[in-house]
T-cell receptor, first 113, second 111 residues
Framework: NAGVTQTPKFQVLKTGQSMTLQCAQD?????MSWYRQDPGMGLRLIHY???????DQGEVPNGYNVSRSTTEDFPLRLLSAAPSQTSVYFC????????????FGSGTRLTVV | GQQVMQIPQYQHVQEGEDFTTYCNSS?????IQWYKQRPGGHPVFLIQ?????EVKKQKRLTFQFGEAKKNSSLHITATQTTDVGTYFC???????????FGQGTTLQVKP
């Protein structure tokens, strides 16, 4: 099993550009989430989903969109990149109830110039 | 909204010393999870606590969940250099699928 796969691993964007960070899991997990990690800020929840067709906002949703058309995929869209969105982005998935914890992808390091 | 605070932010210890990180939530949690992130890596799930007053052990690591289900702690006995990393607590409030992380405690261990 591959677990949670994130692509790309690194990306440089110019201010105002848009892009999609891809996330796919092969564990049939219903829960999926996107986090961003900045120094001293921990992991902040951007958007999350409890199943296909269901998404909700987290702590810092502005500037990001998500959709969940299948159980496996949970892409994160940056609508118009800003330097404040420079960060490391992690996608994670979990079975319902979270008893076995979230499995994280290896992350995407995004720089907006 | 729900907030999870974690202290200290950083801790430097000599190898063999003990280490504790504390986690406090602004709301009552249905459960709390702990993760470890090695430098340059991604968070890895360690454990989940569900019951009020619950204590769980994993070798040298002891996890506690407070009686009010609003706080938790992780204690490492006799730290080793392999314990280096950032430890995060994360809490679920209700059955929403929304997992909120604390800021993390970064542990450095001097050999």
């Amino acid at each position: 099993n591959a677990g949670v796969t994130q692509t790309p691993k690194f990306q440089v964007l110019k201010t105002g550009q848009s892009m999609t960070l891809q996330c796919a899991q092969d564990m049939n997990h219903e829960y999926m989430s996107w986090y961003r990690q900045d120094p001293g800020m921990g992991l902040r929840l951007i958007h999350y989903s409890v199943g296909a067709g269901i998404t909700d906002q987290g702590e810092v949703p502005n500037g990001y969109n998500v959709s969940r058309s299948t159980t496996e995929d949970f892409p994160l869209r940056l609508l118009s990149a800003a330097p404040s969105q420079t960060s490391v982005y992690f996608c994670a998935s979990s079975p319902p109830g979270g008893g076995s914890g979230y499995t994280f992808g290896s992350g995407t390091r995004l720089t907006v110039v | 909204g729900q907030q999870v605070m974690q202290i200290p932010q950083y801790q430097h210890v000599q190898e063999g010393e003990d280490f504790t990180t504390y986690c406090n939530s602004s709301t009552t949690l249905s459960n709390i999870q702990w993760y470890k992130q090695r430098p340059g890596g991604h968070p890895v799930f360690l454990i989940q606590l569900v019951k009020s007053g619950e204590v769980k052990k994993q070798k040298r690591l002891t996890f506690q969940f407070g009686e009010a289900k609003k706080n938790s702690s992780l204690h490492i006995t006799a730290t080793q250099t392999t314990d280096v990393g950032t430890y995060f607590c994360a809490g679920y409030s209700g059955n929403t699928g929304k997992l909120i992380f604390g800021q993390g405690t970064t542990l450095q261990v001097k050999p």
